[in-house]
């Protein structure tokens, strides 16, 4: 297992804990950004035009 891949199991085993489990979508932003291909900030910017707007 890669290290992003240990990441994203960490971090989708916290969620399932909350109660808030990730969608294949998150799972997939949360590589992009660990991966550089965007950033965490650019894509919470995303996330919060999405639902500001709608």
């Keep these: 297992m890669s290290d992003f891949e240990c990441i994203l199991a960490n971090v989708d085993a916290t969620m399932k804990m909350e ?15 660990l991966s550089g291909r965007t950033t965490f ?14």
């Design 19 to 33: 109660g808030m489990p990730l969608t294949d979508e998150d799972k997939n932003r949360i590589l992009d950004c």
């Design 41 to 54: 900030d650019n894509e919470v910017k995303k996330i919060l035009e999405k639902y500001i707007n709608n």
